[in-house]
């Protein structure tokens, strides 16, 4: 009997092994490597991109040069002193975050130009809160991706790219939109989901104080999915 039992478990064993195996080769894991960049200031990314793919190892996405401009509420020589600003910000802190680091720069809000955040910037003033409107340039960068969601991680931070340089419109939402109905399938990275989310809410808004609000946070999930692929 006890024979029989070691027996069982031993087969027991093999068989979930073979099961988290499958599963791991099914699910996959998106991979994303920095292979080169241009210089210009440390942004935490940066329209269209070139989709060639290297077989076997991997796909290549380049996100060229990229602008925007955002209401910077202050620029600090450590993290902990940005951390410290966003905290201040209470509510508001969920729409800012860092935008680039050594300085470590903090901004709330974007738009394309620095007049479409006039009414963000009043609006912010009215509660407290003093900004100076800046403009942010992002250097070119080169990324190696593989991994089962590699063409919809591609596809989404191309859409981000575009958004940053031209603005938010009705076109590149519908273009994500578009992007996720056609690759996402049913268990897509939760990242992802995210940042669909993100888009998902930007569209709903009709005002331009909430959009240009909202619209920073596409950038920010952006970044943590690149740091959160790649690792870091």
């Known amino acids: 009997m006890k024979r029989f039992e070691r027996l069982r478990m031993f087969i027991v064993i093999i068989l979930g092994g073979l099961a988290l195996g499958l599963l791991t080769w099914g699910i ?23 989709l060639p793919t290297d077989q076997g190892k991997g796909a290549v996405l380049v996100l060229p040069k990229a602008a925007f401009w955002t209401c ?25 975050g860092v935008i680039s680091e050594n300085p470590w720069i903090v901004g709330i809000g974007l738009g394309h130009s620095a007049q479409e955040l006039g009414g963000l910037k ?24 593989t991994g089962n969601g590699s063409r919809l991680t591609m596809e989404l931070l191309t859409n ?32 992802l989901v995210q940042l669909h ?30 740091n959160d692929f790649s690792g870091k």
């Open 122 to 145: 009043q609006s912010l003033a009215q509660k407290g809160v003093f900004v100076v409107v800046k403009r942010i340039e992002l250097p070119e960068r080169t990324f190696r991706i």
């Open 72 to 96: 910077q509420l202050g620029v600090f020589k450590s993290e902990e002193n940005a951390q410290a600003c966003l905290k201040q910000l209470g509510e508001l802190a969920s729409a800012g």
């Open 197 to 226: 989310q993100l888009y998902s809410r930007l569209g709903e808004q009709s005002g331009p104080e909430e959009r240009c609000s909202l619209g920073l946070s596409l950038y920010f999930q952006a970044m943590r999915i690149i």
């Open 28 to 50: 996959g894991k998106v991979y994303l490597e920095l292979v080169g960049h241009s210089g210009g200031v440390k942004t935490q990314s940066a329209q269209k991109s070139n």
């Open 160 to 191: 981000v790219n575009s958004l940053l340089q031209n603005g938010i419109s009705p076109q590149i939402l519908a273009q994500e939109q578009q992007a996720w109905n056609s690759l996402a399938g049913s268990h897509p990275p939760a990242e």
